[in-house]
Structure formats: structure tokens, C-alpha cells
């Protein structure tokens, strides 16, 4: 069976200037039913799959709280 982690945060994300590829951050996780403290773990994104992030998490949360986009 595989382990379930929960993730507490991401820190730090940050990119070298405005027009990055690519961001690193710490992401900071909690295996799921253990009292063992967080573990931190060093990341890097694409900008791709913050885009996709952001796209996905937008409509799950508009979906599960009710909140509506403003227009831009």
C-alpha cells in the first residue's frame, strides 16, 4: 500500500526574475496517521504546471466554497 503524506505549505517559491521557467521552493509534508515531526522537501516547478495548478485548484475551489471569479 502506498504512504499518504499531507501537505502542510509550500515556502519560499521564488524565481531568479519575472520571466522564469522554473521556481523553487520547500515544500513542507506530513506522513498521514504518524506523529514523526514534518519533513521539508527541496522543490522545483515549471511554469507550466503552476499555470495548470492554478487553473485546476481555481475551479475546485469555486466548486467546494461557492466563490466566484470576478471579471477581470
Known amino acids: 500500500m502506498a ?3 499531507e501537505v502542510l505549505t509550500l515556502r519560499g ?8 521557467e522554473k ?3 520547500t515544500l513542507v509534508i ?3 496517521g504518524n506523529a514523526e ?4 522537501v527541496s ?9 495548470e495548478l492554478h487553473e485546476n485548484l ?8 461557492g466563490i ?3 471579471p477581470s
Open 13 to 20: 517559491l521564488a524565481a531568479t526574475d519575472e520571466r522564469a
Open 37 to 40: 515531526p514534518v519533513e521539508s
Open 23 to 25: 521556481f523553487t521552493g
Open 3 to 5: 504512504e499518504s503524506w
Open 58 to 65: 481555481g475551479r475546485l475551489l469555486a466548486r467546494s466554497t
Open 30 to 32: 506530513h506522513r498521514e
Open 68 to 70: 466566484r471569479r470576478r
Open 43 to 51: 522543490v522545483s516547478i515549471k511554469r507550466t504546471v503552476l499555470a
